[in-house]
Nanobody, 124 residues
Framework: QVQLVESGGGLVQAGGSLRLSCAASARTFSTFVMGWFRQAPGKEREFVAH????????YYADSVKGRFTISRDNAKNTLYLQMHSLKPEDTAVYYC?????????????????WGQGTQVTVSS
């Protein structure tokens, strides 16, 4: 069983920045594809970004490309999401997720493990 715990959410003004962290319990963290998703009230959970075991291989949703950066520290079993130039439409609960089957997909169903989420609110 893999436990994922997100932190770093909060309230920020439009144009501001936040960094989310996701601590993983598994010693096999370095072997997983890791992703960030978000879910706004009344909307479906949507893909934000993911990263392969190799930290140089990443992929972003068009809506966050150029503003968000996903990274990981395999020595610390931690995933990050640096968010800049935040917009009110970025307001959502942000979830980290682990894909042990290495599908490198953007659909939530490809991910085996999920954190509890952290709230990000961007005020205009």
């Amino acid at each position: 069983q893999v436990q994922l715990v997100e932190s770093g959410g909060g309230l920020v003004q439009a144009g501001g920045s936040l960094r989310l962290s996701c601590a993983a319990s598994a010693r096999t963290f370095s072997t997983f594809v890791m992703g960030w998703f978000r879910q706004a009230p009344g909307k479906e959970r949507e893909f934000v970004a993911h990263i392969r075991r190799s930290v140089t291989s990443t992929y972003y949703a068009d809506s966050v490309k150029g503003r968000f950066t996903i990274s990981r520290d395999n020595a610390k079993n931690t995933l990050y999401l640096q968010m800049h130039s935040l917009k009110p439409e970025d307001t959502a609960v942000y979830y980290c997720a682990a894909d042990s089957r290495l599908q490198f997909a953007i659909t939530p169903s490809a991910y085996d493990y999920w954190g509890q989420g952290t709230q990000v609110t961007v005020s205009s």
